[in-house]
């Protein structure tokens, strides 16, 4: 299949080019998740690793480590480094949002048990900041330990913001920069920086990855109203039973009349879900274009995304990047 074929996803097409370093990278996984004591840690860790992943998140810092001309090794480390980081957040995710699917498969969690689900996490967590410092960069290890952080962080001011409906999307952004946002904006920061690119070129490596991480989120919560089982990985609605405040639903509340607001306040404050209250919520969410306005605004961070780029040199991997930030936001155009 050639690189110049179209019909070829702009995915894929990133994963050709970057076929050898990405072989690198999952031998290196392979290696590093690894425990002689522990059998445990692979079985799971490989569970969620080997599941068809699109393993976009390493493909970023491959990416932005070769456009800013990096000829040495280390770029592969970091990429190993953001996959286990990502894992080991995914494996934490399930257990907190009790999930039963993932990629369309049994989460860990559901198969094992959350003692183990977490424990492979922490183990995960740890295995990337020893990734990490073999680069023997500081300023890298900085940027990928506060994104560790900053992920965190996300991730425990959406539990503190869930159910409750006085949450803004101001809010909402500051969630998705967090749990999402933040490992693609030091996923291609990183790669960047590695290269000892000029400043410019390594804080627009951060924007683009920045923009790319909101767009993805974004569309992800819209395909959880619209999107196909099969699509998505998990069950259409699930964001709902799970009383999530996810844009379109944020939306949708601050547009709600006061018969309105009582029903978000039942299903999503209160949890007393029935029969068709789903339904209804799509409904409210039709009715006030909260749907679209969210595919709007996914589409806008794609444009951020690409609008960055222009900073970097004028290779083909670069037009690859902007190829992508279109891919990411495509099942909503």
């Excluded at 080997?50 to 390493?58: D, F, I, M, S, T």
């Excluded at 605004?297 to 991997?317: K, S």
Aim: glycine letters at 6%; one cysteine or more; charged letters at 25%.
């Amino acid at each position: 299949m050639s690189l110049d074929d179209k019909t070829v996803k702009p995915h894929d097409r990133l994963a050709q080019a970057l076929s050898s370093d990405m072989e690198a990278v999952n031998q290196l996984i392979r290696t590093r998740m690894a425990s002689k004591h522990a059998p445990r840690i692979p079985e799971v860790t490989a569970h969620l690793v080997e599941a068809g992943g699109k393993r976009l998140r390493p493909m970023l810092t491959l990416a932005a480590a070769r456009i800013c001309g990096y000829d040495g090794p280390y770029h592969v480390h970091l990429a190993a480094t953001v996959e286990f980081i990502h894992t080991a957040t995914l494996l934490h995710d399930d257990v907190v949002d009790e999930s039963a699917q993932r990629r369309g498969r049994p989460t860990a969690n559901l198969l094992w048990d959350n003692k183990s689900s977490v424990l492979v996490g922490d183990y995960l967590f740890a295995r990337s900041f020893q990734l990490m410092t073999e680069a023997d960069n500081m300023e890298v290890l900085a940027i990928l330990s506060n994104a560790s952080a900053v992920i965190a962080e996300g991730e425990v001011l959406q539990l503190t913001a869930a159910q409750d409906l006085a949450t803004t999307e101001e809010i909402y952004l500051q969630v998705i920069r967090g749990k999402t946002a933040a490992l693609f904006s030091a996923a291609t920061q990183v790669g960047g920086v590695l290269a000892a690119a000029p400043a410019a070129q390594t804080q627009a490596l951060f924007e683009y990855g920045d923009a790319l991480g909101i767009a993805f989120q974004m569309v992800d919560d819209l395909l959880d109203y619209s999107g196909a089982t099969d699509t998505i990985g998990k069950n259409t609605g699930d964001d709902f039973r799970e009383r999530k405040l996810t844009l379109p639903v944020i939306k949708a509340v601050a547009l709600a009349n006061a018969e309105e607001r009582g029903f978000w306040t039942r299903t999503i404050e209160k949890g007393q879900q029935e029969d068709g209250d789903l339904d209804q919520a799509m409904a409210l969410m039709t009715r006030h274009g909260t749907l679209e306005a969210t595919r709007i605004e996914a589409l806008h961070w794609a444009d951020v995304a690409r609008n960055a780029l222009t900073a970097l040199p004028d290779v083909p991997l670069r037009h690859m990047l902007d190829e992508l930030a279109d891919y990411v936001v495509a099942r909503v155009r």
